[in-house]
T-cell receptor, first 111, second 112 residues
Framework: ETGVTQSPTHLIKTRGQQVTLRCSSQ?????VSWYQQALGQGPQFIFQ???????GRGNFPPRFSGLQFPNYSSELNVNALELDDSALYLC??????????FGPGTRLTVT | GENVEQHPSTLSVQEGDSAVIKCTYS??????FPWYKQELGKRPQLIID?????GEKKDQRIAVTLNKTAKHFSLHITETQPEDSAVYFC???????????FGAGTTVTVRA
């Protein structure tokens, strides 16, 4: 198992609400990325943080936002939740060499 | 942006046989190609990766090949075992930015 942890494991929210997901990266990894994995699909890149700055963003609207803290942990915030936001949200950390390790994910269900 | 296509979407093999999954990518700047295995309800797990300066890499029963000219790469699993049953994803990225573009996945079932 990797050292990437995420919380919570599961979450149920109502359409229109806001949610915050949390991630602790593997020790020493200064780059954290977030991915959305809909059922039966591959992960889709949301955005990446490097040394507390956003370092690239995928094709997701501004209501998806994030933060990275000095200890390299990270948050993903989603505002105005929609039914299509139901998915597994994966945090991934990396440090050089291209190797990226995923956390266990947060399963978000929007009703 | 990068577009990664993966085939087949499902693959059923007899235990002991080989399994091959193929992926193509569109961005010639991509130079890093990892493969992930995801078991039901678990995180994607990095099983092998290859960089564009290498044509083939092996790790026990798993091998990956890369053809930069044709922009395709493949995963080969030999002597398949029931524990190899999972969804496999290929991905592509530029090493310096770590943003992975994934294929749609291949569900591999190994029949005992």
């Amino acid at each position: 198992e990797t050292g990437v942890t995420q919380s919570p494991t599961h979450l149920i929210k109502t359409r229109g609400q806001q949610v915050t997901l949390r991630c602790s990266s593997q020790s020493g990894h200064n780059t954290v990325s977030w991915y959305q994995q809909a059922l039966g699909q591959g992960p889709q890149f949301i955005f990446q943080y490097y040394r507390e700055e956003e370092n690239g963003r995928g094709n997701f609207p501004p209501r998806f936002s994030g933060l990275q803290f000095p200890n390299y942990s990270s948050e993903l915030n989603v505002n105005a939740l929609e039914l299509d936001d139901s998915a597994l949200y994966l945090c991934a950390s990396s440090l050089g060499a291209g190797e990226t390790y995923f956390g266990p994910g947060t399963r978000l269900t929007v009703t | 942006g990068e577009n990664v296509e993966q085939h087949p979407s499902t693959l059923s093999v007899q235990e002991g046989d080989s399994a091959v999954i193929k992926c193509t990518y569109s961005d010639s700047a991509s130079n890093y190609f990892p493969w992930y295995k995801q078991e039901l309800g678990k995180r994607p797990q990095l099983i092998i990766d290859i960089r564009s300066n290498v044509g083939e890499k092996k790790d026990q029963r798993i091998a990956v090949t890369l053809n930069k000219t044709a922009k395709h790469f493949s995963l080969h699993i030999t002597e398949t075992q029931p524990e190899d049953s999972a969804v496999y994803f290929c991905a592509a990225s530029i090493l310096s930015d770590y943003k992975l573009s994934f294929g749609a996945g291949t569900t591999v079932t190994v029949r005992a």
